[in-house]
T-cell receptor, first 117, second 113 residues
Framework: DAGVIQSPRHEVTEMGQEVTLRCKPI?????LFWYRQTMMRGLELLIY????????DSGMPEDRFSAKMPNASFSTLKIQPSEPRDSAVYFC???????????????FGQGTRLTVV | LAKTTQPISMDSYEGQEVNITCSHN???????ITWYQQFPSQGPRFIIQ???TKVTNEVASLFIPADRKSSTLSLPRVSLSDTAVYYC??????????????FGTGTRLLVSP
């Protein structure tokens, strides 16, 4: 497996524009996570899905952020409208579960570096 | 949510054993302890996970005392390539068993020649 694949790797956009980040999890993993990393706040969990269903989105900073997982092999994180303070590295991760349904090792993608100017 | 506390930074030399201790006084019964490693410009990478006593894999050992209020990641014979940030996480399992991975500030390990 190629691991968790994120696209694009880098994104530069102007304030007010819509930004869509994409993620392809590892096949067979039933958990998917979106994280954001900045120098000031470190790694923050934004939202996670289990079997394509959003379970906890309490980390999503504002209504400008939304995430979807239309199927087991694809997820998007959308920011509309984007603002300079959204500049960060966004990571997607996926994880299998054990026989009790508990998530185990999380595999992270390479991240998308977003710059909003 | 169990909060973790670990040293901000540590220095070591090649070939030495490095032990990074993490405290998690509010760990819950269903919480597992997990360690991740992160290199610059990369996503975190899983190192090891444990619940109690000792766990060992090909890269590290994890020591967890009986009260589970702390844990120690042990890296044997570090090399320059082990320079990274190491995160200790305690899953916020609640009643579901799901291990919510909340990253703290991590420990920045610098290995010198």
């Amino acid at each position: 497996d190629a691991g968790v694949i994120q696209s694009p790797r880098h994104e530069v956009t102007e304030m007010g524009q819509e930004v869509t980040l994409r993620c392809k999890p590892i096949s067979g993993h039933d958990y998917l996570f979106w994280y954001r990393q900045t120098m000031m706040r470190g790694l923050e969990l934004l939202i996670y899905f289990n079997n394509n269903v959003p379970i906890d989105d309490s980390g999503m900073p504002e209504d400008r952020f939304s995430a979807k997982m239309p199927n087991a092999s694809f997820s998007t994180l959308k920011i509309q409208p984007s603002e300079p303070r959204d500049s960060a590295v966004y990571f997607c991760a996926s994880s299998p579960s054990d026989r009790d349904g508990v998530n185990t090792e999380a595999f992270f993608g390479q991240g998308t570096r977003l710059t909003v100017v | 949510l169990a909060k973790t506390t670990q040293p901000i930074s540590m220095d070591s030399y090649e070939g030495q054993e490095v032990n990074i201790t993490c405290s998690h006084n509010n760990i819950a019964t269903n919480d597992y302890i997990t360690w991740y490693q992160q290199f610059p410009s990369q996503g975190p990478r899983f190192i090891i996970q444990g619940y109690k006593t000792k766990v060992t894999n090909e890269v590290a050992s994890l020591f967890i005392p009986a009260d589970r209020k702390s844990s120690t990641l042990s890296l044997p014979r570090v090399s320059l390539s082990d320079t990274a940030v190491y995160y200790c996480l305690v899953g916020d399992s609640g009643n579901t068993g799901f291990q919510k991975l909340v990253f703290g500030t991590g420990t920045r390990l610098l290995v010198s020649p």
